[in-house]
């Protein structure tokens, strides 16, 4: 009985796996261009609405999480690249990332601070 049960348990998770790896990939298709052997486990969004501006190469895995603001931004990750988990890289004007790069978990990478520099503008 026991194996019976264990055996069903496995076969729920592998399903529920794959089909978080279903919609991983679905969200990715709306937000971003990429080639078909990328792997993607993280999360993208693209406030731009303009897929075209996150772009991912051939063989790269993202775990992390990529992000365009409202307001600007560009995405490039080259080809054989891989981005680790809970990374988040996140653009107002463009980040481009080479070729065969490695970027370990918990980096965040920023093109802006999100804020005007000037002080009055920063009170509005």
Do not use: P, W
Not at 41 to 47: A, F
């Amino acid at each position: 009985m026991f194996n019976l049960k264990h055996q069903l348990y496995l076969l729920i998770s592998k399903f529920l796996e794959e089909q978080e790896r279903i919609e991983k990939r679905q969200q990715l298709s709306e937000n971003a261009t990429f080639h078909s052997s990328v792997k993607f486990i993280g999360k993208c969004e693209n406030y731009r609405g303009d897929k075209s501006l996150i772009t991912i190469g051939e063989n790269t895995i993202i775990l992390g999480e990529l992000f365009l603001f409202t307001h600007g931004g560009k995405i490039e990750i080259g080809k054989n690249c891989y981005i680790g988990e809970k990374t988040g890289i996140r653009s107002a004007n463009s980040i481009k990332i080479g070729n065969e790069v490695i970027i370990a978990d918990d980096v965040n990478i920023y093109d802006t601070d999100a804020h005007s520099l000037n002080y009055v503008l920063r009170q509005k």
